[in-house]
């Protein structure tokens, strides 16, 4: 694209930001271990999307990485945050857990206020786009459950594993710059995860919108730009009359 230093530039996350994230975990946990409905589901999907950024550190997993340490990190999650909850999985359950959290992954709807506000966004003239982390055909096919396909231009959504730099590598972040023509301190992010959207973002000279619709605490001295629990809030902080004033 043409480069345009004045440009400003929105960028959605997209699992737990576009749309939640818990659903396909919950009905996993359900059909695997017939958890009942008080079990603290969210507290469990905060912790699982915990080990699932540590584990993935500490396997030094990249954009692109080998399947058999995916696989690896992918069962281990389920087992740590299975104990957490005094939980001990038996012999295969994590592999079936996950099994049943991907096939639930593609029956997904956006968060309430999600497209209405990018269309908002479209009309004012504002350059919309997508970053999202995890390999490109998976990702994909989420987006295609989504119809984002048929909302944000397909040049405007960056997924990892085409990519080959992974959130919160500011190479990433580096790369939409370039590719779309706009410079860091003109780009907002809109994501829910601390390590990966909140690190990421400001390290690469971002500003970030942390959508904290979890209520997680913070794992770092970063320091989000915005923090917001709610859709209704994200538009009025992206009202760009007092953003970028």
């Known amino acids: 694209?043409?480069?345009?230093n004045t440009a400003?530039?929105?960028f959605f996350d997209v699992d737990d930001t576009l749309y939640d994230h818990l659903q396909p975990l919950r009905s996993a946990l359900q059909e695997v271990l017939g958890l009942p409905e008080?079990?603290?589901?969210?507290?469990?999907?905060?912790?699982?999307?915990?080990?699932?950024?540590?584990?993935?550190?500490?396997?030094?997993?990249?954009a692109v990485p080998e399947p058999d340490a995916v696989e690896r990190m992918r069962s281990r999650r389920f087992e740590l945050t299975m104990e957490e909850f005094g939980i001990?999985?038996?012999?295969?359950?994590?592999?079936e857990l996950q099994s049943k959290y991907?096939?639930?992954?593609?029956?997904?709807?956006?968060?309430?206020?999600?497209?209405?506000?990018?269309?908002?966004?479209?009309?004012?003239g504002h350059t919309v786009g997508l970053i999202t982390n995890g390999e490109g055909q998976h990702q994909r096919r989420k987006l295609e459950a989504l119809d984002v396909f048929g909302l944000?231009?397909?040049?405007?959504?960056?997924?990892?594993?085409?990519?080959?730099?992974?959130?919160?590598?500011?190479?990433?972040?580096?790369?939409?710059?370039?590719?779309?023509?706009?410079i860091a301190d003109h780009c907002y992010y809109i994501g829910d995860s601390w390590r990966n959207d909140?690190?990421?973002?400001?390290?690469?000279?971002?500003?970030?919108?942390?959508?904290?619709?979890?209520?997680a605490s913070p794992e770092s001295d970063h320091q989000p730009h915005f923090t917001a629990q709610h859709y209704e809030e994200i538009s009025e902080i992206l009202t760009f009359e007092r953003v970028f004033s």
């Open 1 to 4: 694209m043409e480069s345009n």
């Open 8 to 10: 400003k530039a929105i």
């Open 38 to 62: 008080r079990f603290d589901y969210s507290l469990a999907y905060h912790r699982f999307r915990y080990y699932s950024d540590w584990l993935s550190a500490q396997e030094d997993l990249s």
């Open 88 to 95: 001990a999985l038996q012999p295969g359950q994590a592999q």
């Open 102 to 124: 991907l096939s639930r992954q593609f029956e997904i709807i956006p968060f309430q206020g999600a497209y209405e506000l990018i269309r908002r966004l479209q009309a004012e």
């Open 152 to 182: 944000v231009d397909g040049q405007l959504i960056f997924i990892s594993g085409e990519v080959g730099y992974a959130k919160p590598d500011g190479r990433l972040f580096e790369h939409v710059n370039k590719q779309t023509g706009t």
């Open 198 to 215: 909140v690190a990421g973002a400001v390290d690469a000279g971002w500003n970030i919108i942390w959508f904290n619709h979890r209520e």
